[in-house]
């Protein structure tokens, strides 16, 4: 639903979508039994207001959904999509269900894309951006800004190079205005019906990049894998903590021979991958980057090709002149700037020994 919602929104949740604007909210929690809550600078705020009501939740819900989203909810018993309010611009909401009653998550957007600086982000990001072809993976738990990274990622792509960029998104949060390049987006159960339905059919739209808001199943991680073997540059997100657990799970989806396949696929194809968490800062004021950058390097191929994963941290370490960063090294370096607390830098640090030793440059 990309319509502007605001003229037939439920008053209440109208409301508070403008209020969460004023507030600066990243996020806004509707849950039955308890007041609207606000997610601000990574914290909850509970709304000095009533408890929401069981039928209230419902209504809000009901407001925001056509028949057919209806139908899929129904069905489903969880819904992500994307509106536009007149206020607080584009929503991501997220519907589910709870002791029957149907909840809301909802995460604010903004048309303002950050600078590099700003985010926190690797120079060396930037030279991924400008490879033509091969894939690049953006990894992290929930809430990590992947997303924030894949649209900034995909804005540097529309500022520099003349082609075409076709994005797959679920929902789409950032809406981009052609620059440089035409930029197609193509949203979940409003344009596609799914991600692998999607990207089988890009393929045949004369794309020179893909970008796949989420690799969630085996068909979609194959076409995103063909799709990076073909001549495309291929950007995708996907849920796992560093660099060797994305391999890993992308190699697990697979079985038997098949794992063959996909291994030398990867060692083909890989360019990059950014793993990355949202920290709170020193004074709590905001949230931090912290990231580990794998710049795919020839001793990392080969180690990828052996299947020989256990080797690629090892590897990453020698890998800092081909501007591999180390999520510790990130840490450290964010501790002695006095950007984040000691106790925050060792609660994240893959080694936590190695870390205390202070032996990090």
């Known amino acids: 639903m990309n319509a502007l919602i605001s003229d037939f929104i439920h008053p209440r949740l109208n409301g508070l979508l403008a209020y969460a604007a004023e507030l600066g909210a990243s996020d806004l929690h509707l849950i039955a039994g308890v007041p609207p809550a606000f997610r601000v600078t990574g914290e909850i705020i509970l709304a000095d207001q009533d408890a929401l009501s069981q039928q209230e939740c419902n209504a809000m819900s009901l407001s925001l959904l056509n028949e057919t989203q209806q139908q899929r909810l129904e069905q489903d018993w969880e819904l992500c999509l994307s509106i536009r309010h007149a206020i607080s611009g584009r929503i991501r909401v997220t519907f589910y269900r709870r002791n029957g009653i149907t909840e809301l998550s909802c995460r604010f957007s903004t048309n303002y894309f950050p600078s590099r600086d700003e985010l926190g982000l690797p120079v060396r990001l930037d030279e991924l951006t ?37 994005t797959i998104e679920d929902p789409i949060e ?33 794309p020179d990049v893909i970008c796949v808001g989420e690799m969630r199943d085996h068909e979609t991680i194959q076409t995103v894998l063909t799709a990076a073997e073909t001549g495309h540059l291929v950007l995708a997100t996907l849920h796992a903590p ?6 890993e799970r992308i190699v697990g989806v697979f079985e038997g021979s098949a794992q063959k396949q996909v291994v030398l696929q990867l060692a083909n194809t890989l360019q990059g991958i950014i793993s990355q968490d949202l920290l709170p800062s020193i004074d709590r004021s905001r949230r931090v980057l912290a990231y580990e950058l794998l ?17 690629l941290p090892t590897a990453m370490q020698l890998s800092a002149r081909e501007g591999t960063v180390l999520m510790d090294n990130c840490l450290h370096d964010l501790y002695s700037r006095a950007i984040i607390s000691y106790d925050t830098a060792i609660s994240r640090a893959r080694d936590p020994e190695r870390f205390q030793s202070a032996g990090l440059s």
Do not use: W
Request: aromatic share 4%.
């Open 130 to 166: 400008r490879k033509q072809t091969g894939l690049i993976l953006i990894t992290g738990p929930t809430g990590a800004g992947k997303t924030t990274t894949f649209n900034y990622m995909i804005d540097r792509l529309n500022s520099e190079r003349r082609c075409k960029i076709l």
């Open 174 to 206: 950032r809406v981009h205005e052609n620059r440089r390049a035409i930029v197609v987006q193509q949203e979940v159960l409003t344009d596609v019906r799914s991600f692998n339905r999607a990207l089988v059919h890009a393929l045949r739209q004369d």
């Open 242 to 247: 560093n660099a060797v657990h994305a391999i």
């Open 295 to 311: 710049m795919v390097s020839q001793a990392c191929r080969a180690i990828i090709r052996e299947n020989n994963l256990h080797q």
